[in-house]
């Protein structure tokens, strides 16, 4: 939780970029990272250093040791954040970030603490070309988790050690107390069973719960990647994609998160003993071990043949959930069309087909792999027959115990068993090979950042100037622009009329670099946007649509959605401004009323004000209004005047 008063990590942040040479403000920061506090936690800072471009690493050092760690840093000191450098002569100050203040550098500031946080911050220097999207991209998630997988590893070894002394344990009792009649043996044997009894469910329970926390907390950070990237991409991936297919395609996320931090993760760990269960079989009985290992040649004969079967009916089982689930969204999104044109059934029957085609694909996908799920049973059977028979063969033959038979029964389960369950991983990973090329449409795409410059200024002045403008949406669609220019001088309010397509729309998009001409160039400023960092641009300009998204929240969250941590009064103000102030009293909790999904509770004008408020309450350097007036009325047509006073 924020602390309510400013730490002055922001402040810090922004000296360090400074002294990169990098210019950025507290409000970008803010912005970027969707902060509503100027009170940055440790897990905010870090990220909005990220989003800025550099490494970060919080630790904890010694204060003897201050003198040794990388400068400039982050140091929390008296709760709240200062710059740790060095001053012209090389000697240790503080610097308090928001006057710029310093301060020689003496460990009596500590108050006798013995260690202090830092956060070290640097440049990345060096630039790796992005990698396809594989399962590589999730090693660094996992990697950071290395410590609780090492207490994971340490408690499944401790279970595993269990497992395998238990066998051991019935060999005794079978071989020493029924055929040497040892009474003596029996109750030792018999307490060790018990106390082995009650300390594996213990020990995997702990080993469980760690699992499960680790796992959430790798799924928690690589769905935050995902997001994060799918926000950064390019508008126009949106709109050539279809939603149904990109929810889609991010669901198939999950599948692989499950497959890479759930069971497999857990069966890796029991591979690794599988070895040394392989070494104590073969100190029972060559023979019998050496069948037991021909029989797992045969599984991986199997997957091999199976696999690409079972992965090819996979992928076509995908495709039609993926058609379906387009189909809905595209239902439920156009349901007022629907109705008004009495279309009902049609919808239904297309669906209908849509969704039999589902079911006859997973119907093929499951007997498919209850065909390979059937034969490797049949082969773990067959085996275990075989085993039994040779057993009990090598008993009569003196070689082994009856004993030490069903030890080797009982340990050759925990190498058996592992291979069953590496059956069904192994039908997985083919889901998952199709979730990895599916969720790479995604990761793969480039998003903004990685096509634009990164020059900004701070401010804009509005001299805006399109030159020999040429845009189609796809290269086999006609042009929407043909060699259009245009200049708009600072201060103007101006409009542009036309036709249904002709470009108005496409026009403001190309100035917020929503869209990239084919030819051309947008200035603003005499800065070409083609080197502009876009997000910057964009937070200095507001637009209102014609439907301007609202989303599930009050009328305040909607209102102050780009702008955080604006106040009530600011609210107020741009209500008011927009003449939304009156109708938003009248409402129940006025500006806490809750919207639903789309703000569909209100009226078409009564969201355009909303919008519009939204858009003034960052008092902008450009106002853009796509027919953001053609919901209002002729008496709130005052809005307009409003508007242009703004």
Same mark, same amino acid.
């Given at each position: ?147 609780? !997988?090492?207490?994971?590893? $340490? +408690?499944?070894?401790? =279970?595993?050690? %269990?497992? @395998?002394?238990?066998? #051991? ?117 060559? !023979?019998?071990?050496?069948? $037991? +290992?021909?029989?797992? =040649?045969?599984? %991986?004969? @199997?997957?091999?043949? #199976? ?340």
């Amino acid at each position: 939780m924020n602390s309510p008063e400013n730490n002055y990590g922001l402040d810090g942040l922004v000296w360090i970029a400074n002294h990169y040479q990098k210019s950025v403000t507290k409000d970008q920061i803010m912005h970027s990272i969707g902060m509503q506090s100027i009170s940055p936690t440790q897990w905010e800072l870090r990220e909005a250093a990220h989003v800025l471009g550099y490494e970060t690493e919080l630790i904890s050092v010694e204060v003897q040791e201050l003198a040794n760690i990388p400068l400039p840093a982050l140091i929390y000191v008296h709760e709240r954040w200062f710059i740790f450098s060095r001053d012209n002569h090389e000697k240790l100050i503080f610097i308090a970030p928001e006057t710029n203040e310093h301060t020689q550098y003496n460990e009596d500031i500590f108050n006798d603490k013995t260690d202090v946080t830092i956060l070290l911050i640097k440049e990345q220097f060096e630039i790796i070309p992005k990698k396809k999207f594989g399962l590589e991209w999730f090693i660094p998630s996992i990697f950071r988790q290395r410590h609780s !997988l090492k207490n994971i590893f $340490l +408690l499944a070894a401790i =279970v595993q050690l %269990f497992a @395998l002394i238990s066998p #051991l344990l019935f060999q005794n009792i079978i071989d020493k107390v029924l055929v040497g009649r040892s009474l003596n043996s029996l109750h030792v044997l018999a307490i060790a069973i018990i106390g082995i009894a009650l300390a594996e469910p213990i020990y995997s329970f702990i080993r469980n719960k760690i699992f499960s926390y680790t796992s959430m907390q790798i799924s928690a950070e690589l769905s935050g990647k995902l997001y994060r990237h799918l926000m950064a991409l390019p508008l126009n991936y949106f709109k050539i994609r279809p939603t149904g297919k990109i929810i889609a395609r991010i669901r198939e996320m999950t599948h692989i998160r499950q497959f890479l931090t759930g069971s497999t993760l857990m069966l890796f760990i029991d591979l690794l003993f599988v070895i040394l269960f392989i070494a104590f079989l073969f100190s029972y009985s060559a !023979l019998m071990t050496w069948i $037991l +290992l021909g029989s797992l =040649v045969i599984f %991986f004969i @199997l997957w091999m043949i #199976l696999g690409p079967i079972i992965r090819q009916q996979t992928e076509k089982s995908y495709s039609a959930d993926e058609n379906g689930l387009t189909f809905l969204t595209e239902t439920i999104s156009g349901i007022e069309t629907i109705k008004t044109t009495a279309t009902e059934k049609y919808f239904y029957q297309r669906w209908q087909k849509l969704f039999s085609k589902q079911l006859i694909q997973s119907f093929k996908v499951s007997m498919r792999s209850e065909v390979a799920s059937q034969l490797m049973t049949l082969v773990s059977k067959i085996t275990t027959a075989i085993l039994l028979w040779v057993g009990i063969k090598e008993v009569m033959n003196g070689v082994i115990s009856p004993g030490e038979l069903v030890a080797y029964n009982m340990l050759s389960a925990h190498v058996t068993q592992p291979v069953l369950r590496l059956a069904q991983i192994w039908q997985d990973f083919q889901h998952t090979i199709i979730s990895l090329r599916r969720v790479g449409d995604i990761l793969d795409e480039p998003i903004e950042n990685e096509r634009n410059g990164i020059a900004s200024s701070a401010s804009i002045q509005g001299n805006i100037h399109f030159q020999n403008i040429r845009f189609r949406y796809q290269p086999e669609t006609p042009e929407v622009l043909n060699n259009l220019s245009l200049e708009v001088k600072a201060g103007e309010f101006i409009g542009v009329t036309g036709p249904s397509g002709s470009g108005k729309s496409t026009l403001t998009k190309l100035l917020q670099r929503l869209y990239v001409p084919q030819h051309g160039q947008v200035i603003v400023d005499g800065m070409d946007l083609a080197v502009t960092d876009t997000v910057a641009l964009r937070r200095k300009m507001s637009v209102v649509l014609q439907e301007s998204m609202l989303f599930v929240g009050t009328i305040a969250q909607n209102i102050r959605l780009s702008k955080p941590q604006a106040s009530d009064d600011e609210i107020i103000q741009a209500a008011k401004l927009a003449g939304a102030y009156d109708f938003i009293m009248t409402l129940p909790d006025n500006f806490n009323y809750p919207l639903s999904e789309r703000g569909l509770n209100l009226s078409g004008g009564q969201r355009q004000r909303i919008a519009l408020a939204r858009a003034l309450i960052n008092q902008p350097d450009i106002l853009i209004l796509d027919e953001a007036t053609s919901a209002l009325d002729y008496e709130s047509q005052d809005v307009q005047t409003l508007i242009n006073d703004f």
